[in-house]
C-alpha cells in the first residue's frame, strides 16, 4: 500500500497530536499520593509497634502479679479464715439473742415498775390507811429503841438467856453500878435507881 505522504512525516505529526503533559502531571501526583500514604503508613506501623510493645510489657508485669498471688495463696489459710470469720458471726448472733432475751426481760420488769409506780401515786404519798398506821407503829418503836440506845445502860443476860443485869453508867462522875434484877422490886424502885446512878 502506497502512501501518500512520507511516513517519517506522518509518524512526527502523529507525535505532536498526542499531548502528554496532564498525563504526567496526573502521574506525578499519584506518585505525590503514594509517597504521602507510605509515609503515612509507615507512622501508623510504628505507632502501632509501640503500642504492642507497651501492651506487652504490661502483659508481662500482670502475669508476674499474677503467678505471684497464685504461689503466695494458700487453701488452708483460707479455710481456718472462713472458719474464723464463721465462728465469730455465730458469736454475735448468740450475743444478739442473748441481749434480745435481755431487753424483753427488762422491758417486763419496767413495765412492773410502772404498775407499781402507778399504784403509789394512787395511793399519794402517806400511803394506804392500814400502811400508814403500821408505819406510825414503826417509828414510835424505832424512837423508842433510839432513846433506850442513847442511855448509858448495858442490859446483860445470864446463862439461862434471861435479862436479869443492867451496867449503868455514870458520865459525869465516871461511875459503873451493877444492878441486879429481883422481881421482889418494883419496877417503880428500879426506874429511880436508875435515873439516880446516871
Given at each position: 500500500?502506497?502512501?501518500?505522504?512520507?511516513?517519517?512525516?506522518?509518524?512526527?505529526?502523529?507525535?505532536?497530536?498526542?499531548t502528554?503533559?496532564?498525563?504526567?502531571?496526573?502521574?506525578?501526583?499519584i506518585?505525590?499520593?503514594?509517597?504521602?500514604?507510605?509515609?503515612?503508613?509507615?507512622?501508623?506501623?510504628?505507632?502501632?509497634?509501640?503500642?504492642?510493645?507497651?501492651?506487652?510489657?504490661?502483659?508481662s508485669?500482670?502475669?508476674?502479679?499474677?503467678?505471684?498471688?497464685?504461689?503466695?495463696?494458700?487453701?488452708?489459710?483460707?479455710?481456718?479464715?472462713i472458719?474464723?470469720?464463721?465462728?465469730?458471726?455465730?458469736?454475735?448472733?448468740?450475743?444478739?439473742?442473748?441481749?434480745?432475751?435481755?431487753?424483753?426481760?427488762?422491758?417486763?420488769?419496767?413495765?412492773g415498775?410502772?404498775?407499781?409506780l402507778?399504784?403509789?401515786?394512787?395511793q399519794?404519798?402517806?400511803?394506804?390507811?392500814g400502811?400508814?398506821?403500821?408505819?406510825?407503829?414503826?417509828?414510835?418503836?424505832l424512837?423508842?429503841?433510839?432513846?433506850?440506845?442513847?442511855l448509858?445502860?448495858?442490859?446483860?443476860?445470864?446463862?439461862?438467856g434471861?435479862?436479869?443485869?443492867?451496867?449503868?453508867?455514870?458520865?459525869?462522875?465516871?461511875d459503873?453500878?451493877?444492878?441486879?434484877?429481883?422481881p421482889?422490886?418494883?419496877?417503880?424502885?428500879?426506874?429511880?435507881?436508875?435515873?439516880?446512878?446516871?
Open positions: 500500500m502506497l502512501l501518500d505522504e512520507d511516513p517519517a512525516t506522518l509518524i512526527h505529526h502523529t507525535i505532536g497530536n498526542f502528554i503533559h496532564p498525563d504526567k502531571a496526573a502521574l506525578g501526583r506518585n505525590d499520593s503514594l509517597s504521602a500514604l507510605q509515609q503515612a503508613r509507615d507512622l501508623r506501623i510504628r505507632e502501632a509497634e509501640s503500642a504492642l510493645k507497651k501492651l506487652s510489657r504490661n502483659l508485669t500482670l502475669q508476674a502479679h499474677h503467678t505471684e498471688t497464685v504461689s503466695s495463696h494458700s487453701a488452708t489459710d483460707h479455710a481456718s479464715q472458719l474464723a470469720l464463721d465462728t465469730q458471726k455465730f458469736r454475735i448472733a448468740k450475743s444478739a439473742s442473748d441481749l434480745e432475751v435481755q431487753g424483753d426481760r427488762l422491758e417486763q420488769e419496767l413495765d415498775l410502772k404498775a407499781r402507778s399504784e403509789l401515786e394512787m399519794g404519798v402517806e400511803g394506804a390507811e400502811e400508814r398506821g403500821k408505819r406510825e407503829l414503826e417509828d414510835a418503836t424512837l423508842k429503841l433510839k432513846v433506850y440506845r442513847s448509858p445502860i448495858d442490859i446483860e443476860s445470864n446463862e439461862h434471861s435479862y436479869n443485869k443492867a451496867v449503868i453508867r455514870d458520865t459525869q462522875k465516871g459503873v453500878h451493877v444492878l441486879q434484877v429481883d421482889k422490886f418494883s419496877r417503880y424502885y428500879y426506874a429511880n435507881y436508875i435515873w439516880q446512878h446516871m
